[in-house]
């Protein structure tokens, strides 16, 4: 079975600065799809960005990238410029519908 | 687009009474639908897998004949929570899937359902 792990229950960012959130998964598979999927105080799942395990290329959203190892199992998240709009709960998901734990990211201003 | 919502947003129910769900696919013709469970500061536990005209696959622990799922159609999902107990109170998230954007889920805005 797919497991990801998210090891930062919490963390915090200055405005204005970066942030990097960590997953580790593990798949017997060779392609397959990661997500990081944002929940705000609302609880709308809304997706940041995919990566699609044939790309070596690390995927970009505007302030959001990733850092995809995939030797390593790791699929990180990087938030540049932080936003208060962007505390939430982030969530990494792997394509066998396997969520991590989560990260509640605050944003200070 | 990718749009999916879900009714009703909340439900106040009482212990021994049904309470039905929906979750609705807008705007595309979903080929999967996925419902979640997911308690306070948590993360989502999937509960079952459901593809229309045919049977929801449900995960282990998950009781199917408590978890009604029915998928009547390519835009619609249902799951009723039957015989509701105060520990089935929690937020009930699904999610569908469509051709053409793979492994992508667009998620319903959930269902909080609290049992008295």
């Known amino acids: 079975a797919q497991t990801v792990t998210q090891s930062q229950p919490e963390m915090s960012v200055q405005e204005a600065e970066t942030v990097t959130l960590s997953c580790t998964y593990d798949?017997?598979?060779?392609?397959?799809?990661l997500f990081w999927y944002k929940q705000p105080p609302s609880r709308q799942m809304i997706l940041v960005i995919r990566?699609?395990?044939?790309?070596?290329q690390n995927a970009t959203e505007n302030r959001f990238s990733v850092n995809f190892q995939k030797a390593a199992k790791s699929f990180s998240l990087k938030i540049s410029d932080s936003q208060l709009g962007d505390a939430a709960m982030y969530f990494c998901?792997?394509?066998?519908?396997?969520f991590g734990a989560g990260t509640i990211l605050r944003v200070k201003s | 687009g990718a749009v999916v919502s879900q009714h009703p947003s909340r439900v106040i129910c009482k212990s021994g009474t049904s309470v039905k769900i929906e979750c609705r696919s807008l705007?595309?013709?979903?080929?999967?639908m996925f419902w979640y469970r997911q308690f306070p500061k948590q993360s989502l536990m999937l509960m079952a897998t459901?593809?229309?005209?045919?049977?929801?696959?449900?995960e282990q622990g998950v009781e199917k004949d408590k978890f009604l799922i029915n998928h009547a159609s390519l835009t619609l999902s249902t799951l009723t929570v039957t015989s509701a107990h105060p520990e089935d109170s929690s937020f009930y998230i699904c999610?569908?899937?469509?051709?053409?954007?793979?492994?992508?889920?667009?998620f319903g805005p959930g269902t909080r359902l609290t049992v008295l």
């Open positions: 999610s569908a899937i469509t051709s053409g954007r793979e492994g992508e889920q667009f």
């Open positions: 798949t017997s598979e060779s392609d397959y799809y």
């Open positions: 990566q699609e395990a044939y790309k070596q």
């Open positions: 998901l792997g394509n066998k519908l396997v």
């Open positions: 705007d595309f013709q979903a080929t999967t």
């Open positions: 459901s593809n229309e005209g045919s049977k929801a696959t449900y």
